[in-house]
């Protein structure tokens, strides 16, 4: 039996149809990619150093706290220095006098610049540590667990039961409630699109909602040891999961939000 034309022609046109909707999905729904310099950069500045610019900052405001950690992350202090005292003198990044500096090194503290304005983990009063009161905390991230069943996804802040713990930033609740591993854990997706968790809480705070608006420095709850922290000293744990559903090491930020408290 011949097939019309016409039905063929309609065919083909529905096909095409329902793929340029697939592809559409999907690309709206893809997961932004993160270049893979940043957070090893990110990770690699000392808090010390990030410190150090922070008080430089608030000593002169007109030099941006970018700009000084660029330099001073990239540059030995020889070369740094006169890039320095010419932001000091009001002279704009883009006009910097590189002097004999090579350009692939000026191309490095201009994509570092570029790194922290666009990820500001480390801007003055932008982020804040998430434990309010005394706390001690180590790198153990990636260490085995349930006898290397899995591996550790985040940072164990220990201190005393129902000491007050915090978002660390601004963004909205995604979870609550209790979960297998996490017990009584609050999920919060950040203004910067990362997703921060918060878990073996002793409570959650009873006035967060799914969806609701947070602050950085507002409550989220108590350190406990619910889930499957019941055997263990009481402790936060902390984690922060990237757009692209990468979990990532939260203690270099950490030290950071701490020696800025």
């Not at 740094?80 to 490095?108: C, E, G, K, M, S």
């Not at 982020?127 to 991230?141: A, H, L, N, R």
């Not at 990636?142 to 978002?167: M, P, W, Y």
Request: aromatic residues 12%; hydrophobic residues 35%; proline residues 6%.
């Amino acid at each position: 039996m011949k097939i019309p034309a016409g039905y063929l022609r309609e065919l083909f046109q529905f096909s095409l149809l329902i793929l340029v909707a697939v592809v559409a999905w999907q690309f709206l729904h893809s997961s932004p990619s993160v270049a893979s310099d940043v957070y090893p950069y990110l990770s690699s500045l000392s808090p010390e150093l990030v410190k150090q610019c922070a008080q430089e900052n608030r000593i002169s405001p007109t030099t941006s706290w970018e700009d000084l950690l660029a330099i001073r992350s990239t540059l030995p202090e020889n070369d740094a220095q006169p890039l320095i005292d010419q932001l000091r003198t009001h002279v704009l990044f883009a006009d910097l006098n590189w002097a004999a500096l090579p350009l692939n090194t000026v191309r490095t503290v201009q994509r570092h610049r570029k790194i922290l304005q666009q990820y500001p983990y480390y801007q003055p009063n932008k982020y804040t540590f998430p434990v309010i009161g005394t706390t001690w905390f180590e790198d153990s991230f990636g260490a085995d667990r349930e006898r290397g069943k899995r591996r550790h996804e985040g940072c164990d802040l220990f201190g005393k039961e129902g000491t007050l713990i915090v978002s660390i930033s601004g963004g909205r609740v995604e979870e609550l409630g209790w979960n297998r591993l996490g017990g009584e854990r609050v999920g919060i997706r950040g203004d910067d699109g990362n997703y921060y968790y918060y878990a073996h809480l002793q409570y959650i705070s009873s006035v967060l909602v799914k969806g609701q608006r947070i602050e950085a420095g507002e409550p989220v709850g108590s350190m406990g040891h619910t889930g499957d922290a019941f055997t263990t000293p009481d402790h936060l744990h902390f984690g922060i999961e990237l757009t692209n559903g990468q979990w990532i090491n939260p203690y270099p930020f950490l030290a950071v939000w701490k020696i800025l408290e």
